[in-house]
T-cell receptor, first 115, second 113 residues
Framework: AQTVTQSQPEMSVQEAETVTLSCTYDTSESNYYLFWYKQPPSRQMILVIRQEAYKQQNATENRFSVNFQKAAKSFSLKISDSQLGDTAMYFCAFMTPDSNYQLIWGAGTKLIIKP | DADVTQTPRNRITKTGKRIMLECSQTKGHDRMYWYRQDPGLGLRLIYYSFDVKDINKGEISDGYSVSRQAQAKFSLSLESAIPNQTALYFC????????????FGPGTRLTVL
């Protein structure tokens, strides 16, 4: 079975600090896509960053970057210079073409940025 | 205007009632999805549709049905609502491109008493 595990139910850091959220996944497929989604208190689900499994280079989007370790099936999200607006639930998810592109989701990490 | 809209945003109903949640998208996507979110869990797929004539069950389809009325519209029905269907429901759409990136609606919070 394909699964996603986020081992940190909740984290909190001070504003401007760097924080890393963990995600591990399990699949027997070699071709897949990984995502981090953000869900602020407004409930809206927002894509933060994505990574193709065939790419060795880690994806970056402004203050957000990932550490993709394919052999270890690990996909962590690093947020640099954290801001109050980063306070949200963060979900790790992946999909494979062979499973009709269905997104498999982790349970989420609640991130609190303190002023 | 939002690309993916859901109505209603909030709904309280009673056990045994029939409920319909509606979703519309203006992104021209062929693929649409319905998810359910419960506290402490990630999103779980209820149904998905890759075009108007294609409907597929997801992980947790029991107790739900869907209708794809047009490319832009995908509705979710609870024929006889029960309290454990109390949850946050999301609709999403995507194209058939490389990433199949899914764009989400604002969610409908449903409470079944």
């Amino acid at each position: 079975a394909q699964t996603v595990t986020q081992s940190q139910p909740e984290m909190s850091v001070q504003e401007a600090e760097t924080v890393t959220l963990s995600c591990t996944y399990d699949t027997s497929e070699s071709n897949y896509y990984l995502f981090w989604y953000k869900q602020p208190p407004s409930r809206q689900m927002i894509l933060v960053i994505r990574q193709e499994a065939y790419k060795q280079q880690n994806a970056t989007e402004n203050r957000f970057s990932v550490n993709f370790q394919k052999a270890a099936k690990s996909f962590s999200l690093k947020i640099s210079d954290s801001q109050l607006g980063d306070t949200a639930m963060y979900f790790c998810a992946f999909m494979t073409p062979d499973s009709n592109y269905q997104l498999i989701w982790g349970a989420g990490t609640k991130l609190i940025i303190k002023p | 205007d939002a690309d993916v809209t859901q109505t209603p945003r909030n709904r309280i109903t009673k056990t045994g009632k029939r409920i319909m949640l509606e979703c519309s998208q203006t992104k021209g996507h062929d693929r649409m999805y319905w998810y359910r979110q419960d506290p402490g869990l990630g999103l779980r797929l209820i149904y998905y549709s890759f075009d108007v004539k294609d409907i597929n069950k997801g992980e947790i389809s029991d107790g739900y049905s869907v209708s794809r009325q047009a490319q832009a519209k995908f509705s979710l029905s609870l024929e006889s609502a029960i309290p454990n269907q109390t949850a946050l429901y999301f609709c999403a759409s995507s194209d058939a491109g490389l990433y199949n990136e899914q764009f989400f609606g604002p969610g409908t919070r449903l409470t079944v008493l």
